[in-house]
């Protein structure tokens, strides 16, 4: 079974700050994707990264893939009220299932 | 872009009656579609993997009997809670993979299932 752990799992800042979130795993994976979910919704995909050492840009979430394929961190610069979320890192091999991170759940303060 | 349509978003049953909760792709056919169940604050769990045509494949620990899955086109996937009990009170949200061949998932907005 893949795993995937996120780190932290709680995170409380304040409005402006900067954070990390990061997935890490023992196994290799094809693609790796992050998705923001809100409480009673979905999860919404932010990014999906596929090459190691990949660096993406979204505005002021910057996500990279590990060299390995096996782990990745998610940057957001000067966090909003409005990144509130529970986060999630999902590792994809092929065609199969998609294994999901334990989630990272972010509180941003006013 | 791609869009998942899931019905419906909130349902209250009765112990021991059963619940069907649909997930439609709308606008691209999905070959797959996954189940999840997810518990408050915590991430998602799959549950099973259903595939258009044929039957669904459930994790460890899940109940396929307990749990109906029925992928009959390639627009649309049913979960069935059966014989539901307080203890299946969650929600579920499905997620589709289209027919492009890309390892990117489609979710719906989920199903805040209460059992009384």
């Known amino acids: 079974t893949q795993l995937l752990e996120q780190s932290p799992q709680f995170l409380s800042i304040q409005e402006g700050e900067n954070l990390t979130v990061y997935c890490n795993s023992s196994?290799?994976?094809?693609?790796l994707q992050w998705y923001r979910q809100e409480p009673g919704e979905g999860p919404v995909l932010l990014v999906t990264?596929?090459?190691?050492?990949e660096v993406k840009k979204l505005k002021r979430l910057t996500f990279q893939f590990g060299d390995a394929r096996k782990d990745s961190s998610l940057h957001i610069t000067a966090a909003q009220p409005g990144d509130t979320g529970l986060y999630l890192c999902?590792?994809?091999?092929?065609?199969?299932?998609?294994?999901f991170g334990t989630g990272t759940k972010l509180q941003v303060i006013p | 872009g791609a869009v998942v349509s899931q019905h419906p978003s909130r349902v209250i049953c009765k112990s021991g009656t059963s619940v069907k909760i649909e997930c439609r792709s709308l606008?691209?056919?999905?070959?797959?579609m996954f189940w999840y169940r997810q518990f408050p604050k915590k991430s998602l769990m799959l549950m099973a993997t259903?595939?258009?045509?044929?039957?669904?494949?459930?994790e460890q620990g899940v109940e396929k009997d307990k749990f109906l899955i029925n992928h009959a086109s390639l627009t649309l996937s049913t979960l069935t809670v059966t014989s539901a009990h307080p203890e299946d009170s969650s929600f579920y949200i499905c997620?589709?993979?289209?027919?492009?061949?890309?390892?990117?998932?489609?979710f719906g907005a989920g199903s805040r299932l209460t059992v009384l």
């Open positions: 999902a590792g994809g091999e092929g065609y199969q299932k998609v294994t």
């Open positions: 606008d691209f056919q999905a070959t797959t």
């Open positions: 990264v596929v090459t190691g050492g």
């Open positions: 196994s290799v994976f094809s693609s």
């Open positions: 259903s595939n258009e045509g044929s039957k669904a494949t459930y």
């Open positions: 997620s589709a993979r289209g027919t492009s061949g890309a390892n990117v998932l489609t």
